[in-house]
Structure formats: structure tokens, C-alpha cells
């Protein structure tokens, strides 16, 4: 397991806390869960970032000012 921090609404705070009392779950459980069903939902899985990265192979092969951007793009990290 990875542990990440979330920030979450007063009302989904409550909601969770609710959740977790009722379904005797803890509130991390009840999270994964629902990152599951997302997930399920969407289709993502863990190799979903290679195919998003592979369909943008070339997109800027006609763009005349594309080293431009890159290059302003990079001095935003740098800051």
C-alpha cells in the first residue's frame, strides 16, 4: 500500500465518517472502495498511463512553435 492524503468537503467528511460507523469499515477501506469503483467504472487500470502517453505520440510534429512551448514549459519547473 502507497499512503496518499486526500482533502475532503465538511459534508463528504461527515458522510464518510457516517458511512464507516453503519458499515463497521474504516474510513480508508470505504475510500479504497470507492477509488476502486471509479476506476472499474472508467476503465482505467495500471497500464492506462502508457496508452494516454502513446496516443500523444506526434501531436506536436506540425507545430512550428512547439520548442517554444517546451521551452517556456520547462523554466516554469525551474522557478
Known sequence: MK???IYL???QEMALK???LTSGKRQSVLIREAV???LARSGANAQSWK???GK???IWKDDGD???RLRAIRD???R
Open 3 to 5: 499512503r496518499t492524503q
Open 9 to 11: 468537503s465538511r459534508e
Open 18 to 20: 457516517a458511512m464507516a
Open 36 to 38: 476502486d469503483l471509479l
Open 51 to 53: 496508452v494516454a502517453l
Open 56 to 58: 500523444t505520440k506526434g
Open 66 to 68: 512547439a520548442e517554444q
Open 76 to 78: 516554469e519547473f525551474d
